[in-house]
């Protein structure tokens, strides 16, 4: 039973590199979020889908792009990463709107 | 834009004690839901509660209830006997019931003393 899957779990960047955040959830979930969390300022909303070939930007999207090609996929894509993208990401998932929604163990990114 | 606000960023309290965290928010809606989740260590985020604006009653889960005062936009979770595995972060959640964002609070970091 996994649940939602992020993989790696921990990254190092360099200033001005790219990389690819996973996330794969296996219970059939309409809703995914992508949120990041900074010491004290609690999670911000990158992007969400509500469904496979949609996508909508949420409070902090500058800096990264996502695609929704299956129901059980919503990859995270940083091009150029900065310093201020240091941060822990989690993907979420939930089953339709209002309901609860399911959390990956994160993805702690440093770039350096 | 929808805003969640904990004014609390540390809370302590005593094993077996009572604890209350603060959450307020900000709409112009009716209809919307609130949660609060609770992150420990481990940063696995789990649901407590969930409170639907529409209902009067508090919401409530074994030691855990929930103020709901929709006229003040405040939303704070009591812990009751509290234990020493509720130590955590706890986020309140809202969620506007017409659309699909889910937005946090800065969190509340939660000690709890034996």
């Known amino acids: 039973n996994a649940g939602v899957t992020q993989t790696p779990k921990f990254r190092i960047l360099k200033i001005g590199q790219s990389m690819t955040l996973q996330c794969t959830q296996d219970?059939?979930?309409?809703?995914m979020y992508w949120y990041r969390q900074d010491p004290g300022m609690g999670l911000k909303l990158i992007y969400y889908?509500?469904?496979?070939?949609?996508?909508d930007k949420g409070e902090v999207p500058n800096g990264y792009n996502v695609s929704r090609s299956t129901t059980e996929d919503f990859p995270l894509r940083l091009e150029l990463a900065a310093p201020s993208q240091t941060s822990v990401y989690f993907c979420?998932?939930?089953?339709?709107?209002?309901?609860?929604?399911?959390f990956g163990q994160g993805t702690r990114l440093t770039v350096v | 834009a929808q805003t969640v606000t904990q004014s609390q960023p540390e809370m302590s309290v005593q094993e077996a004690e009572t604890v209350t965290l603060s959450c307020t928010y900000d709409t112009s809606e009716s209809d919307y839901y609130l949660f609060w989740y609770k992150q420990p260590p481990s940063r696995q985020m789990i649901l407590v509660i969930r409170?639907?604006?529409?209902?009067?009653q508090n919401a409530t889960e074994n030691r855990f209830s929930v103020n709901f005062q929709k006229a003040a936009k405040s939303f704070s979770l009591k812990i009751s006997d509290s234990q020493l595995g509720d130590a955590a972060m706890y986020f309140c959640a809202y969620q506007q019931d017409n659309t699909d964002k889910l937005i946090f609070g800065t969190g509340t970091r939660l000690q709890v003393f034996p």
């Open positions: 219970m059939n979930h309409n809703y």
């Open positions: 979420a998932s939930r089953f339709r709107r209002n309901t609860e929604a399911f």
């Open positions: 889908s509500v469904g496979a070939g949609i996508t």
């Open positions: 409170q639907e604006a529409y209902k009067q």
